[in-house]
Structure formats: structure tokens, C-alpha cells
T-cell receptor, first 115, second 111 residues
Framework: DADVTQTPRNRITKTGKRIMLECSQT?????MYWYRQDPGLGLRLIYY???????NKGEISDGYSVSRQAQAKFSLSLESAIPNQTALYFC??????????????FGPGTRLTVT | SQQGEEDPQALSIQEGENATMNCSYK?????LQWYRQNSGRGLVHLIL?????REKHSGRLRVTLDTSKKSSSLLITASRAADTASYFC???????????FGQGTELSVKP
């Protein structure tokens, strides 16, 4: 089984709808991240969480919110989806206890289309 | 704003040739990492080089880091068709924990 899972994998929604993307991990990592990927722009950080009680905004948090329900779960919500939020969304985890290494482990992604 | 810029944006080579991708960044870093992404899939970590290291090897991968020029390169030797993917550099600054990704290099290796 995959260590980092995302649901749904694909979603089409209409402008103005609320949508939640979910991420679960079995790696036991404290740190979790949400990114979006747009063609030609690489990955941009939306929110990140270093533990259950720690939530931080990333580079492009406007229009998004998150919830860290448990160490293993980190959800991303779009309160009122708009077409320019159409993108590929990735969840990732990391564990700084691994000897100061901050490599991240990514989920398979959620392709979101807002019409 | 993006920390890393990658060059070239796209690279097409024949199987067996070497592929070199470059990454430049703007601020001081703790480490620099390279990731690979197959089309539409999640990123996979390839190699990490710390700011006090100049060169690192892993299998057919060789990474160099020049902190004076704020640049890094990834060399894939004896490329294979299965190396076809997008490659991203990512930098972690001295505040720790967050990565900033470049825009990626799309590598195509033709059989």
C-alpha cells in the first residue's frame, strides 16, 4: 500500500462549490504539506503543518484552508472554488528526525477541474 | 516567487547519451534536492546535497553544487528511455522544513 494517499484522485466541480481534498499517510511523519502544480510553474506551497497543532500559510494560501485532524491526516479545502484553482494538487510528508534530512514524500496527486 | 530556475526547460536526447540539467537559486540554502516526476504522478526524491558539499553521486546520477554561484547541476549518465520524466530542483533554506521548487526540466530520452 502507498505510504501517502490522496482522495479523490480526480474531481470536477462547479464554480462556487466547496470541495475538500484529503491526504493520509502511514509513514508516521509529523510534517505535512499541500502544493499545487500548474503547467510551467512547478510546485507552489499552499499550506504546511509541522505537527498537529501547527499550521502555516505557504506561498499561495488565499482561497484555501486546511485542517490537521491527526498526525496522519491533513485536508485541504476550497471554500468557494473558482476556475483558476484548476490544477494538480499534491500532498507531501517529511520527517526531520531522519538525521537533519528534509526530503519529502509525495502522494499521487489530485487532479481538480473547476468549471 | 520561485526560488529556483531550471535550464533547459526541455531536453531531448538519444538513449545512451548523458543529460545535464541546471538549477539556479537566489538565497542561502541548507540543502538542495532533486526530484523526478513521471507524467501526472507524484514527485519522487532522487538525491540531496547539503550546502557544505560540492558533489554527490547516486548510481547514474551526479549532482554538483556551487554555493558561490548559487547553482546546481544534475547529470544523468547513460540515459535510458525510462528516464523520460520531469526533473525538479528544490531548495531548503536555513529556516528549515520548507522546500521551494524550480519550474522543472522536461527530459525526453528517445530509444
Amino acid at each position: 500500500d502507498a505510504d501517502v494517499t490522496q482522495t479523490p484522485r480526480n474531481r470536477i466541480t462547479k464554480t462556487g462549490k466547496r470541495i475538500m481534498l484529503e491526504c493520509s499517510q502511514t509513514k508516521g511523519h509529523d510534517r505535512m504539506y499541500w502544493y499545487r502544480q500548474d503547467p510551467g510553474l512547478g510546485l507552489r506551497l499552499i499550506y504546511y503543518s509541522f505537527d498537529v497543532k501547527d499550521i502555516n500559510k505557504g506561498e499561495i494560501s488565499d482561497g484555501y484552508s486546511v485542517s490537521r485532524q491527526a498526525q496522519a491526516k491533513f485536508s485541504l479545502s476550497l471554500e468557494s472554488a473558482i476556475p483558476n484553482q484548476t490544477a494538480l494538487y499534491f500532498c507531501a510528508t517529511s520527517d526531520p528526525r531522519q538525521g537533519q534530512r528534509y526530503e519529502q514524500y509525495f502522494g499521487p496527486g489530485t487532479r481538480l477541474t473547476v468549471t | 516567487s520561485q526560488q529556483g530556475e531550471e535550464d533547459p526547460q526541455a531536453l531531448s536526447i538519444q538513449e545512451g547519451e548523458n543529460a545535464t540539467m541546471n538549477c539556479s537559486y537566489k538565497t542561502s540554502i541548507n540543502n538542495l534536492q532533486w526530484y523526478r516526476q513521471n507524467s501526472g504522478r507524484g514527485l519522487v526524491h532522487l538525491i540531496l546535497i547539503r550546502s557544505n558539499e560540492r558533489e554527490k553521486h547516486s548510481g547514474r546520477l551526479r549532482v554538483t553544487l556551487d554555493t558561490s554561484k548559487k547553482s546546481s547541476s544534475l547529470l544523468i549518465t547513460a540515459s535510458r528511455a525510462a528516464d523520460t520524466a520531469s526533473y525538479f530542483c528544490a531548495t531548503e533554506n536555513n529556516q528549515g522544513g520548507k522546500l521551494i521548487f524550480g519550474q522543472g526540466t522536461e527530459l525526453s530520452v528517445k530509444p
